[in-house]
């Protein structure tokens, strides 16, 4: 059974930053794309960021393109989100997501691309 666990979220004034973490269990972990999504209420899913696990390629959203970096540990089967100069506007619950079909496409794969999720972290940043 595929488990992902997220970890890291928290509240923040702008500015500052945060690291999330996605461990993986149950899955493929090498050679596969996996995700950082993000939802603010009222709002749909949002593709953050990817990485393909077996090269370390990584795709970014526009709206997080310098601020944020997507990373991964291989010994630890685990994908981080370091989230700098945070905003207001990244507020938003904050998913990790697994995919089962290899190499990432050349920009963050839409959701249902995505075939595991975890339960989310959530990330506030006050003004």
């Known amino acids: 059974q595929v488990q992902l666990v997220e970890s890291g979220g928290g509240s923040v004034q702008a500015g500052g930053s945060l690291r999330l973490s996605c461990a993986a269990s149950?899955?493929?972990?090498?050679?596969?794309?996996m995700g950082w999504f993000r939802q603010a209420p009222g709002k749909e899913r949002e593709g953050v960021a990817a990485?393909?696990?077996?090269?370390?390629?990584?795709y970014y959203a526009d709206s997080v393109k310098g601020r944020f970096t997507i990373s991964q540990d291989n010994a630890k089967n685990t994908v981080y989100l370091q989230m700098n100069s945070l905003k207001p506007e990244d507020t938003a619950m904050y998913y990790c997501?697994?995919?089962?079909?290899?190499?990432?496409?050349?920009?963050?794969?839409?959701?249902?691309?995505?075939?595991?999720w975890g339960q989310g972290t959530q990330v506030t940043v006050s003004s």
């Open positions: 997501a697994a995919a089962d079909g290899g190499s990432c496409p050349p920009y963050v794969p839409p959701s249902y691309e995505y075939n595991y």
């Open positions: 149950g899955y493929t972990y090498s050679s596969n794309c």
């Open positions: 990485i393909y696990t077996g090269g370390g390629s990584t």
